[in-house]
């Protein structure tokens, strides 16, 4: 079914107006690059009973994003490089990086070990008790606090450890039960009673942020193997502020540079390429907004650099639209012979733009994804607007009467 000319330009107009209603709808993601944080890069170690494979670091990176999910931290980066490498990046964390490294980087092995009448320190390291229950047999994990207001972590068993545990202490009155994180006693309480309902607390020397820290390792669990940090970057907001500022600028000189050679060699035609460089802009901008991209600054280069491959679909049509002109073919045959021979370079040069953005995509990483990601949607749209949406405007023009001469295209 053919779609009549008025359809096709409201549909039109409705794309641009639901395009900049998404964006100012949802904000941009930032890059690291651009907001400021912290950039870390772990190297997953083996241990005698696992070696690291593609499943344990996928393990691992869940466990990660659980973690960073759990502080609030908005649209964290966690991603592999390589077969061994997790890059982690926290936008907008302004918090000591130490505290970050804690976080992602412990093992949080948590153990409660029978060590019958003896008490062991905190900070002692213990591996010859025998395990009673693990951080696996865990439901929940909260903050809370004592008697005497001092912060705690309250831990919930899951049914299977809670009816071991309620067996453990109704066998072991009196006694002590150390509680082990990665290996290190953290806690050693005396056994007083019974716990059937299988709760309880953890007491130590904790800071409300220790616990808390505490808190989520043992809801996100423990790491299959150990991590070890290879880098560590702090980048600052100031940095960020001034790269979007002067990313903002050289955007907006290279999109009027360009409307202002189109217009100048083009004539008329150029207004028609500039109309479909705004659509374009348009339509970027709520598809980057719509898909939660994350804008870094080789994505910037990227749409800096895809303004010009815009209009590049124009410049083919125009040139093939005046070529017809010459021959001596009225201007409606022109346009239209011109469209038609246009397709086959427009696609060739868009498709091998995007065969080299997939290749990119797929063997680089962190920064090279990214500007990857960004010329391919920037070439999917100039695809778009170069064959649609120009087209369209030359159909409305001719019909408004508004084109009426080769004049008008140079010729």
């Known amino acids: 079914m053919r779609i009549g000319l008025p359809i096709k330009v409201v549909i039109i107009i409705a794309l641009i107006g639901l395009s900049i209603w998404t964006f100012m709808r949802y904000s941009v993601k930032l890059g690291l690059d651009l907001q400021g944080g912290v950039h870390l890069v772990f190297e997953a170690q083996d241990t005698p009973e696992i070696k690291v494979t593609g499943d344990t670091l996928n393990r691992v990176q869940a466990i990660i994003d659980s973690r960073v999910n759990q502080l609030g931290i908005t649209e964290p980066i966690i991603q592999r490089e390589g077969e061994r490498r997790l890059v982690v990046e926290l936008p907008g964390y302004q918090e000591d990086p130490q505290s970050a490294i804690d976080l992602i980087g412990k093992t949080a092995l948590l153990e409660f070990k029978d060590t019958g009448t003896k008490y062991v320190e905190e900070g002692t390291k213990l591996t010859d008790a025998p395990t009673i229950l693990t951080g696996a047999d865990l439901k929940d994990a909260r903050v809370g606090y004592d008697q005497y207001g001092r912060p705690v972590v309250e ?234 949406v120009t087209q369209i405007l030359f159909q409305l023009f001719e019909r408004l009467r508004i084109i009426k001469s080769a004049k008008m295209f140079g010729v």
């Open 155 to 388: 831990v919930e068993f899951n049914p299977k450890g809670a009816k071991i545990f309620a067996e453990f202490t109704r066998n072991n009155i009196g006694k002590y039960l150390a509680i082990t994180l990665d290996g290190v006693v953290i806690s050693c309480p005396v056994i007083r009673s019974e716990i059937p309902d299988g709760k309880g607390q953890i007491e130590g020397n904790f800071t409300l942020a220790s616990a808390t820290q505490l808190a989520v390792l043992l809801r996100a669990g423990a790491l299959p193997v150990p991590l070890q940090l290879i880098e560590m970057k702090r980048v600052g907001p100031t940095l960020g502020k001034d790269t979007i500022d002067a990313s903002i600028r050289a955007g907006i000189i290279a999109v009027i540079l360009v409307m202002l050679f189109m217009i100048i060699y083009y004539r008329f035609p150029g207004i028609i390429a500039d109309i479909s460089l705004i659509t374009y802009v348009a339509l970027l901008a709520g598809l980057v907004s719509a898909l939660r991209a994350t804008l870094t600054l080789p994505g910037i280069a990227a749409l800096i650099m895809s303004v010009g491959m815009a209009v590049d679909g124009n410049v083919i049509i125009f040139e093939r639209v005046k070529e017809e002109l010459r021959k001596g073919k009225s201007l409606i045959s022109s346009i239209e012979a011109g469209f038609r021979r246009s397709y086959a370079p427009i696609l060739d040069s868009q498709i091998t733009t995007l065969i080299a953005s997939a290749v990119l995509f797929y063997f680089g990483t962190g920064p090279v994804r990214g500007f990857a990601v960004m010329l391919a949607l920037g070439t999917i749209i100039s695809l778009f607007t170069a064959i649609v």
